[in-house]
């Protein structure tokens, strides 16, 4: 499918043009915001994305971003991948499957779960950091410069680890070692003087 430029252009080339027409009033009967993000109708309240309308070849549908709140008390949700946490579709192959009242009121219902702030966070893996021996050798010969390391972030911490162990020559890793232990005492990260342009 092209690139589409608005909703009625996304929906006049999908191969289920009156269908999608249908979900469309359906979901914009209610007090959503309409917009085109991803190349395909998205649908918000308060800038927060609730519900999406989809073409594909062989069906089309509607999805819930925060679909895994639904009660789904018809079972008319998929959970689009194994790897999908809360985003739930409602499959359909024919204009004959919409059935009005229950796609309306899956839909109020995600209004209703986004205003309640229903919303499953993405779950932010730490990265473990790992300390390359000149830099722990250095942190555990000096109480203040490890207790000054610990203060900050991991990302900060991160960083600096990622400098020294990117060092190929000793020397290199000396003179690193050198230049970044007066700006950890001072709290400062790496790259912070980048961050702030």
């Known amino acids: 499918m092209a690139k589409a430029t608005s909703v009625e252009a996304y929906i006049e080339n999908s191969n289920f043009p009156e269908a999608l027409n249908l979900l469309r009033e359906i979901i ?13 109708p998205v649908y918000s ?18 999805w819930f971003f925060n679909g895994v709140f639904s009660k789904d008390e018809k079972q008319l949700l998929v959970n689009a991948q194994e790897t999908t946490k809360a985003l739930r579709q409602m499959r359909f192959e024919s204009f004959d499957d919409i059935d009005k009242n229950a796609v309306l009121s899956y839909v109020k219902e995600a209004i209703e779960n986004q205003k309640l702030g229903k ?24 109480s203040e410069l490890e207790q000054h390391f610990n203060a900050l ?21 000396q003179t690193r070692l050198d230049k970044i232990t007066p700006m950890i005492l001072q709290g400062i990260g790496l790259n912070d003087k980048y961050k702030n342009c």
């Open 45 to 62: 309240i308060g800038g927060k994305n609730v519900i999406g309308l989809g073409g594909f070849k062989n069906h089309f549908g509607i």
């Open 153 to 173: 972030s991991p990302g900060k911490q991160r960083e600096y680890c990622e400098y020294i162990a990117s060092a190929k020559r000793e020397a290199t890793k």
């Open 119 to 142: 919303e499953l966070k993405p779950e932010r893996k730490g990265k473990t950091v790992e300390i390359p021996e000149e830099l722990k050798s250095l942190l555990d010969n000096s």
């Open 28 to 40: 914009t009967s209610t007090e959503v915001e309409e917009s085109l993000k991803w190349n395909a």
